[in-house]
C-alpha cells in the first residue's frame, strides 16, 4: 500500500497478501460476480486484471441490476478494499469519470 500511496504503479495482484486463483477469491466477489462477468467475456483473474474498470462497467451496466454498486465492487476488488470503502471515499472522482465516459446515472 505504501507504493500506491507514493504514487509509484503497482499492479492488482500486488494489494493481495495471496495472489487470488479464482475471480470469487478477489474482495467482495464470490460466485454470482463470476457468473456475471463470465456473461461478458472475463473468465479468470488475468482477465480481470487486463481490463479497466470502466471498461468492464461499461459491459456489464446494461444487465439486469447492475447499478453504481458494480463499478465500486470492480474497483474493490482490483485493490482488494471493501466496495463500500471505495463508495464512501471515492464516488465523487467515480462518477465524474463516470459522466466523461457517457456512463453516469441519468
Known amino acids: 500500500m505504501l507504493a500506491a500511496m507514493a504514487g509509484v504503479k503497482h499492479t492488482m495482484i500486488d494489494v493481495y497478501e495471496i495472489p487470488p486463483k479464482r475471480l470469487r477469491d478477489l474482495n467482495g466477489f464470490g460466485p454470482r460476480s463470476e457468473e456475471i462477468l ?15 474498470p470502466y471498461d468492464l462497467y461499461a459491459m456489464i451496466k446494461p444487465m439486469k441490476g447492475m447499478g453504481l454498486n458494480s463499478i465500486y465492487a470492480i474497483i474493490g476488488a482490483r485493490e482488494n478494499v471493501s466496495w463500500i470503502e471505495i463508495k464512501n ?18
Open 38 to 52: 463470465a456473461e461478458v467475456g472475463i473468465n479468470s483473474v488475468q482477465d480481470f486484471v487486463e481490463i479497466d
Open 89 to 106: 471515499k471515492r464516488k465523487t472522482e467515480i462518477l465524474m469519470r463516470l459522466d466523461d465516459l457517457g456512463l453516469a446515472p441519468k
